[in-house]
């Protein structure tokens, strides 16, 4: 009977790796869905090509269980982007593919799914409404798509590197349109959809008559299917979605668009720990399909390539409409005269927020930090409200009486007294975005005061409410973390204020003054979208540091210069984009069991040339859930010496892992973000 090689979903370093042989009697080709028997269960598969070097299958084989063949199978650039991925993220085939499909399938036999393609299949796209009318191009969006309609231009990644306001959604519009023009689809990939609907909106009007779907992570199960599915059989014309979303089978894709590629969430942060954006660029490569990455503020490792003309840069430096950017304005906090009074806002601050409200105009205020206080403490016998699971403190909730863990989830009701001395007096140290709302406001009362965190928008549609209230003007003074700092295009907005970013500037990470000026230089850009008001938009920071180079380039609006003082001292440091990284995760439920396996494989990788073994150390926050978390760095400078490195010790710290009772799971991130 003829037999097919199947990627199954174990991972690459348990004992099953690679792929499995199967009978069939069908001739199945490569990436047919289907089922087979595994040890007692069946499992799902897709038929995968049989590598050249692999053994002849045995002559006895388990046969299929089940062929999902009213499927059309997954392409073979779909194919080649998973063995990519699998291979450069060190994880197995099997396990990236059925990963990133969606779980609905593997829930459906054949007649289901075959019904649910006929209903696809009798889909109408919708009624074509009349071409909106389209805005007239700006002088450096007109040149930017000049050259992106260049042929040929698109063989390298192109960077659209447009300040905040200076229209790259039209840019992406109008390439997408070109794409569609061509028969072709386009894949936009943004990084929070929720946040943006706008986004999704514009799409939707600009191209009536067009299907156009989502792939994001808050979609039902069945939407999530459906909306695959669109994309697999070629219906859809534009897909729009979140990381996930690079996966999506596209057979005549044309195009990917990847918003704000400097956004940390194109990496994934569990199982196959892949960066989207990078996965974009792949796929475009290998698909022969252009690349446009857009950012006011593009990763430095987007940057160094633009430096040694792997992209192609094209600039926008205008704001639509002409105006200008937001003036910067420090406040140095040492001048402050001082005060036994908590200080919530610095006095000239204040005014100018007053001054907004007077107008009419409207006020962000960015607090990177959720709740009421970050801890709670007790004068008398200094506790202070630790989670007992994680190694952080538990977040006070004022609203809902609560103290929560924000790594673990762990909610309780505030004690009244202190737990260890009954102390009736407990007071919260410190200021989330909670605490600021309510000294907002008692300063100004007269003020609508807003919130925006992950708790004020927990529930359904409260985010889309929050927004709303906003651009109706029913909100003066709008509080709240980096969600508002993304993609938002407030009408009304003539003032941000950063009103602690300090924390930023000293941690170890070596990545966080990049994120920290990212974040800063997209606050800013909410403010002054409108022309007629940009002229008096500002950008404020509260800072004990002011004459942080950060603060210099920010207020010039010179990513460029920030961008070079960075990456010189990265190339220093021999970091990327200057090396390559993989962090070695180790879990267990006591370090010292984490440390232990980690400095044996820490040995074992010594017999390898090339790469530096940096010692086992603790992550931020070690403990979380009760479990211990150790992490070794391995650098190189060659990305090919480190992956040759990574594929032939990893397999062999299954042996090591049997050797420490008591770990919970190791796992590897390539190209890690936090560290
Ligand atoms: P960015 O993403 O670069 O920050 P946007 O794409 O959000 O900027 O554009 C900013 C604003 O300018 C939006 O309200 C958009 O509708 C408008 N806009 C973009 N291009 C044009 C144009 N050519 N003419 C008029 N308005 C435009
Ligand atoms: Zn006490
Ligand atoms: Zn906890």
Redesign the pocket.
Known sequence: MPSVAVAVETPRHSSVSGLLDYASEQTLPPGTLLRVPLGRRDVPGLVWERRADAPPPPAELRPVTLALTALPPLGADWRALVDFAAAYYQRGVGELALAVLPPELRKLDDTQLARRLKRLASLQAPPAAAEPPR????EE?AAALDVLATPGVASRPVLLH???????????LRAAAAALARGEQALVLVPEINLTP?LEA?FAERFPGRLLVSLHSALTPAQRLRNWLLAHLGRADLVLGTRLAVFASMPRLGLIVV?EEHDPSFKQQEGARYSARDLAVWRGHHAGVPVLL?S?TPSLETWQRVQEGRYLRLP?TQ???GGAMPRVRLVDMNLLPKTNEERVLAPPLLAAIEERIARGEQSLLLLNRRGYAPVLHCGACAWKSGCPHCSAWRVFHKLDRTLKCHHCGLSERVPRACPDCGNLDISPIGRGTEKLQEQLAQLLPQARIGRLDADSTRGEGQLQQQLQAVHAGDVDVLVGTQMLAK?H?F?RVTLVAAVNPDGALFTSDFRAPERLFALLMQAA?RAG?DAAQAARSEMWIQTWHPTHPIFTALRAHDYAAFAAAQLAERQAAGLPPFASLALLRADARSAEVAAGFLHEASALAQAYAGVTVFPPVPPFVSKVADVERMQMLVESPSRVTLQRMLAAWLPELNAVRSRHKGLLRWAVDIDPLAI
Do not use: H
């Open positions: 805005p007239e191009l700006s969006q447009g300040v905040t306001g200076s229209g790259k959604t039209e840019v992406y706008q514009r918003d857009g006011a926008m704001r639509i409409g993609g295009d009408r850009g979208r």
